[in-house]
Nanobody, 124 residues
Framework: QVQLVESGGGLVQAGGSLRLSCAAS????????MGWFRQAPGKEREFVAA????????YYADSVKGRFTISRNNAKNTVDLQMNSLKPEDTAVYSC?????????????????WGQGTQVTVSS
């Protein structure tokens, strides 16, 4: 059974940094995509960043480009999201997801497995 477990959320002041990590287990897929999505209170869940596992091509939402970096950690078998220059509008529950298809990388419905999410709160 595929499991995704996020860690690293918390409370940070505006301008600060946080690093989220997503550990995936229970699968034998050789090529897939991993993504981060977020949902703020009263808003729809939105795409943040994603990476294709083999090519390591990374994709970002315009709102986080230049501030967030998604990367693959082979040693830990995790996908990390380094978030710098955080803003209050980045406050949300961040969830990682795994998609067996490596296409439509920004589309929530193209991901097959989801973690429980981790809260990120940025104070002004």
């Amino acid at each position: 059974q595929v499991q995704l477990v996020e860690s690293g959320g918390g409370l940070v002041q505006a301008g600060g940094s946080l690093r989220l990590s997503c550990a995936a287990s229970g699968h034998t897929f050789s090529n897939y995509k991993m993504g981060w999505f977020r949902q703020a209170p009263g808003k729809e869940r939105e795409f943040v960043a994603a990476i294709r596992w083999i090519s390591t091509n990374a994709y970002y939402a315009d709102s986080v480009k230049g501030r967030f970096t998604i990367s693959r950690n082979n040693a830990k078998n995790t996908v990390d999201l380094q978030m710098n220059s955080l803003k209050p509008e980045d406050t949300a529950v961040y969830s990682c997801a795994l998609g067996i298809s490596t296409t439509t990388i920004r589309i929530e419905g193209s991901y097959d497995y989801w973690g429980q999410g981790t809260q990120v709160t940025v104070s002004s």
